[in-house]
């Protein structure tokens, strides 16, 4: 045989093996009571130099629990250490592939945007076929928008929802983590109600703005997650020394600052440089056009349950921090309303972790926007990112009923500052000047 044919050979060999679906018969998650920075400092240390445990929550002294994985083979080694240590845990799941099973995707029926419901998780295909389908049937509200590029060669696409010029617009950021799947179904599912709702508030919040709605924004690392690894969060850019950037720690706001790695094997890579990954320039681009006319920004992640405030490495109140919290904490009592799912609002820093490089940081940095949030959405250390197809519907419509209250509390504080309004004050203004002159 020729030596290109064996080559040939080769890479055909080792890419099928590379992507087989991962598997996780009798893999455990454990949920770790974290009761004093000790126990911190201990997984921690765990999580840096064990890498038989995939830690699915980062250890700090700020949450109460950490989520972790382990194989069959590797389980009684963490529980050794753990009763070693005096640290309370419990078993969230005992054989996680089953609920990884629980969560097949199902098949979208083209020109049928129906056929996407909220029982079920889909593939980025058909998340691309949905969206086509959804501008063609409303096509004088609905344009499919292309935000940005990936590193592997595709779109990411978007939809733009428009019911008329000169509106200010609300951004919305969803799957820049790959492997959680509640973010782009929630997204798809507010794309939805804002084109089908017939709910008075809803419909006034489409009518209102112009939406630019992004379900996928890390489409390399979704695919990978739904086709090879369930767990797979960063991009997919192939580096020497490991595979892939995690994209919201490359955006160019205090890049590498707090909670970001310059190894590109670490979960939390922040790249080689602020904006080195084509997923956030290529975004970035698209934000900056219509970065002065956008009121909020949203950005949908999981999981605890949670609504964030930039900025990252700071609890500093700083611009209109009070104003923010303030809504946002009256948002998520709107949100809790239909189903009593609680969150807790406030700084990044106060409520999580340190961490920079974010979108949410780099929009309210640079584009100076009044209302940025990162949500965590459900659940709350049980299911994490497996979370059970049953709860999409639940999560979406109480998380519809966080935004519409979002809107509504801003209208009440006086902060949207639509064209029309600030038109009729400048106008106001200038009339009153006027007038004024000649009395
Ligand atoms: O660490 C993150 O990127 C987010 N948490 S997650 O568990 N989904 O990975 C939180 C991001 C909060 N925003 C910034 N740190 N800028
Ligand atoms: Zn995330």
Not at 111 to 136: E, F, K, P, R
Not at 332 to 337: E, P, T
Not at 397 to 403: A, F, G, L, N
């Amino acid at each position: 045989m020729k030596l290109v044919t064996y080559f040939v050979l080769l890479v055909y060999f080792s890419n099928s093996v590379l992507s087989e679906k991962l598997r996780y018969d009798n893999y455990t998650v454990f949920k770790i009571h974290v009761e004093n920075s000790v126990q911190v400092k201990l997984l921690r240390d765990l999580q840096d130099t064990d890498f038989r445990f995939d830690f699915w929550t980062h250890p700090d002294h700020r949450s109460k629990f950490v989520q972790v994985m382990a194989s069959p083979e590797d389980r009684a080694d963490l529980q050794k250490l753990l009763t070693e240590n005096n640290m309370n845990a419990e078993i969230s799941m005992s054989n996680v592939q089953e609920f990884i099973n629980k969560q097949t995707l199902k098949r979208y029926t083209r020109n049928n945007i129906g056929s996407m419901t909220w029982d079920a998780y889909y593939s980025l295909d058909d998340i691309y076929a949905w969206i086509d389908d959804v501008v063609a049937q409303y096509p004088n509200v609905a344009t499919k928008v292309i935000g940005g590029q990936t590193y592997e060669g595709r779109e990411i696409v978007g939809i733009k929802i428009s019911h008329g010029e000169g509106k200010k617009n609300i951004f919305i950021e969803g799957g820049i983590h790959a492997r959680e799947w509640i973010s782009p179904a929630t997204v798809c599912y507010i794309i939805n109600e804002l084109l089908t709702s017939q709910v008075q508030e809803i419909m006034a919040a489409a009518i209102d703005f112009e939406w630019h709605i992004f379900p996928v924004a890390n489409p390399d690392g979704y695919v990978f997650s739904v086709e090879s690894e369930r767990f797979w969060r960063k991009n997919r850019r192939v580096f020497s020394e490991g595979i892939g950037v995690d994209l919201n720690r490359n955006w160019n706001s205090n890049w590498l600052v707090h909670g970001a790695s310059t190894s590109p094997s670490s979960e939390v890579y922040a790249g080689p440089g602020p904006f080195s990954e084509i997923e956030t320039r290529s975004m970035a681009r698209y934000m900056r056009e219509i970065g002065d006319q956008m009121e909020i920004f949203l950005t949908f992640h999981s999981y605890g349950q949670m609504l964030l405030l930039p900025f990252g490495n700071t609890s500093e109140p700083l611009a209109n921090y009070d104003e923010a919290m303030n809504i946002g904490r009256r948002a998520m009592g709107a949100l809790s309303v239909r189903y009593g799912t609680e969150y807790v609002t406030g700084n990044i820093v106060e409520v999580l972790y340190e961490a920079t490089g974010g979108t949410d940081e780099w929009v309210k940095e640079h584009l100076h926007v009044p209302i940025v949030y990162c949500y965590e959405l459900r659940d709350r250390f049980q299911y994490g990112f497996l979370l059970p197809p049953e709860q999409i519907l639940p999560t979406g419509q109480e998380t519809m009923d966080s935004v519409v209250d979002i809107i509504h509390q801003m209208r009440r504080f006086g902060i949207l500052t639509s064209a029309g309004m600030a038109f009729k004050a400048s106008t106001m203004l200038i009339l009153g000047m006027v007038i004024s002159f000649f009395v």
